[in-house]
T-cell receptor, first 115, second 110 residues
């Protein structure tokens, strides 16, 4: 099993350009998440999905859009990139969070620089 | 709002024991998680405490006290490969989101 994969691994954009980050998981997880991680900080949730066809906003959703057309894929879009979106982006997936157990599985990350 | 506080850096010696603390100000959460992240890598799950008390997994243990708004991760028999950042995170009961601390960088010296 590949687990959680992300493409691309690295990307450099100019201000105003758009791009889509792709996340795929082969563990049949219902929940999928997009986080960003800035230097010296923890992860902040951008958007998440609780199942195919559903999406919801996290802590820092502005400037991003997402789609979950298939259960195994979760796409993150930047319509007009800004330097403030320079970050490392992680995708994660999990089974439905339970009261007794909760584990998220992470992809390797995408390092995005916006000039 | 919710916030979690961790020391930014902890230094320990190989073979020793180290405790990484996490204090939180949040209401209504299901449990406290710990994740490890090596430089340039992705976070990986270590433990989850749904109930107060100690959870042990090999060399790692995690503790939660809801009455004290406090938890910790205990690493025993430290190895050089344990050099990494460690994050605590709470699972909110309002929306099942994880809220993360800023992380603790663990430096291990020979």
């Amino acid at each position: 099993n590949a687990g959680v994969t992300q493409t691309p691994k690295f990307r450099v954009l100019k201000t105003g350009q758009s791009m889509t980050l792709l996340c795929a998981q082969d563990m049949n997880h219902e929940y999928m998440y997009w986080y960003r991680q800035d230097p010296g900080m923890g992860l902040r949730l951008i958007h998440y999905s609780v199942g195919e066809g559903t999406t919801a906003k996290g802590e820092v959703p502005d400037g991003y859009n997402v789609s979950r057309l298939k259960k195994q894929n979760f796409l993150l879009g930047l319509e007009s990139a800004a330097p403030s979106q320079t970050s490392v982006y992680f995708c994660a997936s999990s089974y439905s969070p339970g009261l007794a157990y909760n584990e998220q599985f992470f992809g390797p990350g995408t390092r995005l620089t916006v000039l | 709002g919710q916030s979690l506080e961790q020391p930014s850096e902890v230094t320990a010696v190989e073979g020793a024991i180290v405790q990484i603390n996490c204090t939180y100000q949040t209401s209504g959460f299901y449990g406290l998680s710990w994740y490890q992240q090596h430089d340039g890598g992705a976070p990986t799950f270590l433990s989850y405490n749904a109930l107060d008390g100690l959870e042990e997994t090999g060399r790692f243990s995690s503790f939660l006290s809801r009455s004290d708004s406090y938890g910790y991760l205990l690493l025993q028999e430290l190895q050089m490969k344990d050099s990494a950042s460690y994050f605590c995170a709470v699972l909110m009961d309002s929306n099942y989101q994880l809220i993360w601390g800023a992380g603790t960088k663990l430096i291990i010296k020979p």
